[in-house]
């Protein structure tokens, strides 16, 4: 690996090692800490009340009857929520999304905090808050496309517009030789990470110190900053471990906020855990979208235009629509393109990030049009795709730094066995009588970069130290970004002290848009190098090191020694070096980020192509996903276990959409209807097949100086739309809402 | 609320506390004994997070009043490993294959698969996959638990025909 | 969330356990698996002042024959009769079904008893107990009574049991010679309740169908033994038409709801599949 600017060489064996997930010991003792599992001392519990309709003003709350309940410590309302710096609704930035924390009587969506309750015991204060009793005044709601007004916004996903294309999509398609004309529906999503949104708050005088899990601690810093009126520095957050994230727990949420203004109320540490139904509403969640696809071929199966419309709901109160069309700027070669958006309010929470926010529900109406289209052309959907390769990004015309789907398609094709399909949907039935089908999908996302800080040490007995406020949510920060950190240093891992997980520890940027390990590793990449730079220095100017006057050669580190590039049999170790020099240290501090020049000239995707088999019980219309291959092509790869890890629960997550999760509102009350794990269907091991992920080799020199794409959501995209054509491939029905449940085959 | 005593042994140890009685098993372990390696994931006894071993049986400690556990013998994730710190070989396996990735699901998993073990010491990956049925997970599509289970059923094997050889 | 408060008892015997219930009235409700009762309490949806646990009351427990018939503690729990080996081979109808039910962590506490008990439409015991024309044997402060099964479902969570009555044990009379039952449960995740569910027994002599009883599962507020459907295949050869009949007419007796597991007309419809593929497998199991 070369350091930019200077000539200095470090070798390293850790990345693209297997190694076993650091933290796992931690994890598989019990040992590892999640936010809910604190105690401090004094702690008293902190239970939400949360609202039972969708829309209105609560009128009544009896406080009296919750704090005179034996245990109950006080009760936070309205009335006497500690004052905030600004009202949670104004926007500071783009990411400054409105919470619901107790500022008025207003009910904005059904589960939205109305107060809390303060006792000594979890039992306490969860009395309370059923003796609270709430009283509402109700207002009609609205929860579907078909009972309200439609408009164009002003943006989608963050800053994206509402409408982007090139050529003429009308033209395109009034001259093509075929033709579809297709609706595809997906329903809105939660996040359901297994761990509760859960938060421990205590405060030190004006210090603020809190376990809670979070996806981007300094973000949620600046939030909790701004909106206490404090000094982001005062806010200590400790988040080594997130019983998982997808998305959820990027940005501080209402009831987080609203256990650190309890602890505020009550001068003591505060425990404030969620329960299940009531993450259903106040912490986002994938906004539900009606996306109309028409999308037109020449008579060689050539794509002439795609026009992707996109109707999608945000809440009444806030501005988030699911920005599904990214996926058709990045994929197909056309002539002609238009993405437009249309949104919609609904009585519900605010939409958010839910695991590859926008690719995952374009991509399902994306692939099944690009199929359907394929079908009325006559050709294999493979060879379809293959036949509308963009060899520059689709919208911009911007080469990509790197693609390897061709890999992709052609090593998944082979080890699915994909070449004996037959063209024709319902040939295929096996012994039992199910009927069989293939289907093809292509994966895409983003290879997103944000702003990164690290800080390196090297020690004067040879170890060394790196410090990064990175996040872990199972993805394996922890070890990865230590395997960069290792070979960075030129060390083992065991001479490694490596830390992340806390606030005080420098900005790693959010750990989403499957940015993390390219966003930290770099910065850790630039920070060790920094910090071999510095120790290099010392040593070059050393009259009695091996490696004086080696300044314009360079050095190489190998192993916790430096030796001379113009002649490697001479060098030193790392202690020699410091321990001459009187230090017990030398630093080093880097910065990742995306290179300005790499985005502006160039677009930078990790690609992948999945491949299904389906079986249908025709009589039951019961669906299984009996195998899945996806083939990924990510750029470097880190950690191989880790990175297959990815892909699989990817994939998993995309057979869920396909097949399983729904979230439900009920169109009368706007209450969720299935905010539980019994009803909302997040899979079980018996829903899930037998699925592979083949790693493709992918060397990219501009993406970042790792050469690393991301891999956490990639796996979703080509699922779904795999899975649905499979189904149409076994049945001959085409089923354009997700997800495909067994009474949708059947009638 | 009056709290009635109730006493037990886990891990090995007597415990004897004052709880009300509508203090569920998984409340009483977390936030009375400071157990904190169950976890809570659902309010509805279907995510499995909570699973403990009573009595020699896998049972969601969330649906359970503490009470109604007088006297009973328990195993939790903290008891798993040996005295001196050295995991089980469920532990270990499921470190090694990749068994999990964010580790919120993996106590309950491990105590699931250790009594499965106990019952069905070589179970297929049919039987594996009945056995946990009970047990959620939203990371891992369960794939590498199962070949945890699989690897760690060839460990316990092999420890007990070195055990009995000795 | 956490369940109201209340006061617990654990009884040592049935007669103990009958007086609790007779002095708390309403206001008591009996415990013994916990895993329908203590999630309704989580969800605040049964309110007892008054819990009385009954698991330790070794009267309560026990796989039995009486005669021929088979005599099945209310306590015994799912996996209890999953495990046994004499069950599994007199009448393994039983435990085909436990296998349906839930996941194993649930089977090692949810009973039997509990399970034909309280009332829940889509609880899978009590088809099978119409279908196999069981009767629940109940002590109160009264004395005994032995209720038939296919007079002791009224409503959703209503029955015949009395308030300050206590079901002590299933009685199950042997199936007739030549005979097998079945249960077929379609369910959309392992763990669910049933879409629809059908238990079925049949008999066979001299290749007609002599024996026929066909119940069904979560079609209704109440489980339903659909008695015209298995009376019109007596006679009858097995096969796909006389399936296929006793399907329909079981598709007519069904009232399910439209909900999560998909619209009324399509539970019903599946209900008639569970009821075909059910009376396929009983047949061949009669015939060997």
Redesign the interface.
């Known amino acids: 690996m070369n350091i930019m600017n200077t000539a200095h060489v470090r070798h390293g064996s850790n990345i693209g090692q297997n190694l076993t997930r650091r933290e796992g010991a931690l994890k598989v003792t019990g040992a590892a800490r999640y936010a809910a599992d604190h105690h401090p001392a004094g702690m008293l519990y902190a239970v939400l009340a949360v609202s039972a309709v969708a829309r209105g003003r609560v009128t009544a709350l009896d406080v009296a009857a919750a704090k005179a309940h034996p245990g109950v410590v006080d009760v936070m309302t309205p009335q006497n929520a500690p004052k905030l710096a600004h009202h949670p609704d104004e926007k500071t930035n783009p990411f400054a999304f409105r919470l619901d924390i107790l500022q008025d009587a207003q009910v904005r969506y059904a589960n939205q905090p109305i107060a809390v309750v303060i006792g000594e015991s979890l039992e306490a204060a969860t009395e309370g808050a059923v003796l609270l009793a709430p009283a509402y005044q109700a207002e009609d709601v609205v929860v579907r496309f078909e009972d309200g007004e439609h408009f164009v916004p002003a943006a989608v996903g963050v800053g994206a517009p509402a409408e982007e294309g090139h050529g003429d999509v009308e033209a395109g398609l009034r001259n093509a030789a075929q033709r579809v004309d297709v609706t595809y529906d997906t329903p809105a999503h939660y996040h359901n990470a297994l761990e509760p949104h859960a938060i421990v708050a205590e405060w030190q005088g004006e210090r603020l110190i809190i376990d809670t899990p979070s996806q981007g601690m300094a973000i949620a810093q600046g939030r909790l900053a701004g909106l206490f009126g404090i000094a982001p520095e005062d806010i200590y957050i400790r988040s080594p471990y997130l019983g998982g994230g997808f998305g959820g727990k990027g940005l501080i949420a209402g009831p987080q906020v609203l256990g650190i203004m309890a602890a505020k109320l009550v001068g003591k540490p505060v425990k404030l855990v969620m329960r299940r139904e009531q993450l259903y509403g106040p912490i986002g969640h994938r906004g539900v979208t009606r996306q109309h696809m028409r999308l037109g071929a020449d008579t060689e199966g050539g794509l002439t235009a795609i026009d992707h419309h996109i109707l999608t709901a945000t809440s009444r109160f806030d501005d988030f629509f699911e920005p599904s069309a990214g996926v058709t700027h990045t994929l197909y070669a056309t002539p002609a393109l238009l993405t437009r958006y249309e949104g919609m309010r609904f009585d519900t929470g605010t939409p958010l990030f839910v695991r590859a926010p926008g690719e995952a529900s374009g991509s399902v109406a994306l692939e099944g049009a690009i199929d359907e289209l394929a079908e009325a052309c006559g050709m294999d959907p493979l060879a379809f795709r293959l036949k509308n390769y963009a060899e520059t990004e689709p919208l911009t015309g911007k080469p990509f730094t790197s693609k390897a789907l061709r890999a992709c398609y052609a090593q998944g094709a082979a080890r699915f066995g994909w070449a004996k399909r037959p063209l024709a949907a319902r040939m295929m039935t096996d012994a039992q009588g199910l009927l069989t089908g293939w289907g093809v999908g292509t994966a895409t996302f983003p290879a997103h970069m944000f702003q990164a800080s690290a800080r390196a040490e090297i020690r004067s007995d040879g170890s060394g130290v790196v410090e990064i406020g990175a996040h872990d949510m199972g993805q394996g920060a922890w070890t990865a970004l230590a395997q960069i950190a290792a070979d960075g240093l030129s060390l083992d891992m065991d001479k490694l002290t490596f830390r992340i997980g806390t606030s005080d520890l420098p900005d790693a940027g959010i750990a989403g848009g499957s940015a993390h390990t390219a966003t930290a590793g770099s910065a850790i990449h630039n920070a060790t190098g920094a910090a071999i730079a510095a120790l290099a220095d010392i040593a070059m100017r050393d009259e009695t090191s091996p490696l004086f006057g080696a300044g314009n050669a360079g050095v190489v580190s190998r192993d916790g020694h430096l030796y001379r590039r113009d002649d490697e049999s001479r060098g030193e170790s790392y202690a020699t070096i410091l321990s001459r020099a009187g230090l017990d240290s030398v630093e080093g501090r880097g910065e990742g980020a995306a290179d300005q020049a790499v985005t502006e000239n160039y677009a930078g995707h990790a690609h992948g192509a999945v491949f299904a088999e389906v079986k249908v019980d025709p009589e039951l219309g019961q669906v299984r996903v009996t195998r899945l291959v996806g083939a990924f092509a990510a750029g470097r790869v880190i950690n191989p276990r880790m990175v297959e890890s990815q892909y699989l629960g990817g994939m998993i997550w995309g057979v869920s959409f396909a097949l399983h999760e729904e979230a439900i509102m009920d169109r009368r009350t706007g209450r969720p209807v299935n905010g539980n794990l019994a009803d909302y269907h997040v899979p079980v091991n018996a829903d899930i097949p037998s699925v592979e992920a083949i790693l493709i080799d992918e060397q990219d020199s501009l993406i970042n100086a790792l050469g690393i794409k991301g891999v956490g959501e990639i796996g979703i995209t080509g699922t779904a739309g795999a899975i649905v054509n499979a189904i149409w491939h076994a049945t001959g029905i085409r089923v354009r809402s997700m997800p495909v449940t067994l009474d949708k085959l059947l009638f | ?1 009056k709290k ?1 005593p109730v006493s037990m042994t886990i891990n090995g140890q007597p415990v004897e506390e004052l709880v ?5 098993l998984i ?1 009483f372990l ?2 009375q004994l ?16 909570c ?1 403990i071993d009573l009595d020699g ?4 400690s969330c ?3 503490t ?2 556990a ?1 006297g009973a013998h328990i195993r ?3 008891g ?2 040996a005295a001196d710190g050295t ?1 089980h070989a ?3 396996a ?3 294959k ?1 068994g ?8 309950g998993m ?1 105590l ?1 698969a250790w009594r ?1 073990l106990q019952e069905n010491p070589d179970p297929t990956d049919a039987e594996i ?6 047990n ?11 070949a945890a289970i699989k690897h760690a059923a060839i460990l316990m094997a092999g420890a007990q025909q070195k055990e009995a050889a000795e | 969330m956490i369940s109201g408060s209340f006061a617990f008892y654990r009884p040592h015997t049935i007669a103990e356990a009958v007086a609790m219930l007779a002095t708390h009235g309403d206001a008591a409700r009996l415990v013994a698996g916990g895993h329908s009762l203590i999630p309704m309490m989580k969800l605040r949806m049964a309110m007892p002042d008054h819990l009385i646990d009954v698991g330790g009351i070794a009267d309560l427990k026990g796989i039995k024959r009486d005669g021929s018939d088979w005599l099945i503690g209310a306590l015994t729990t799912q996996a209890e009769l999953i495990a046994d080996q004499a069950l599994a081979a007199g009448l393994p109808v039983l435990r085909e079904t436990a296998l349906q039910i839930a996941d194993p962590q649930v089977r090692n506490c949810g009973t039997l008893g509990g399970n034909i008990a309280n009332g829940d439409p889509g609880n899978d015991m009590p088809a099978v107990m119409l279908c196999l024309n069981a009767r629940f044997e109940v002590t109160g402060p009264g004395g005994k009574r032995s209720i038939p099964a296919r007079g002791f479902y009224h409503g959703a969570y209503v029955t015949s049991l009395a308030q300050d009555e206590i079901v002590t044990a299933v009685r199950i009379a042997a199936l007739p010679p030549g005979s097998a039952a079945a249960y077929e449960k379609l369910k959309r995740k392992v763990g669910d309740y049933a879409t629809a569910a059908a238990a079925v027994a049949l008999g066979l002599q001299d290749g007609k169908i002599n024996f026929c009883s066909i119940a069904l599962t979560n079609l209704a507020p109440t489980p339903l033994w659909a008695e015209a459907a298995g009376q019109a295949l007596i006679g009858r050869a097995p096969g796909a038409e006389s399936f296929a009949l006793a399907g329909r007419l079981a598709e007519e007796i069904t009232d399910p709801s439209s909900d999560a597991r998909g619209p009324a007309a399509y539970r019903t419809k599946m209900g008639g599949v569970m009821v075909r593929r059910a009376l396929a497998r009983a047949a061949l199991a009669a015939k060997t």
């Open positions: 609320m009635s009300e009685p509508r203090t569920l409340h977390r936030e400071n157990l904190t390696g169950a976890h809570i994931g659902c309010e509805t006894s279907h995510c499995g997070a699973t049986k896998s049972v969601k649906t359970i009043f009470l109604q007088e939790t994730i903290e798993m490993a995991l469920l532990q270990e499921f470190r090694e990749h999990l990735q964010c580790g919120y699901c993996t106590p491990i699931r499965l996959r009945f056995g946990i049925a009970g959620l997970c939203r990371c891992t599509g369960y794939q590498n638990i199962v």
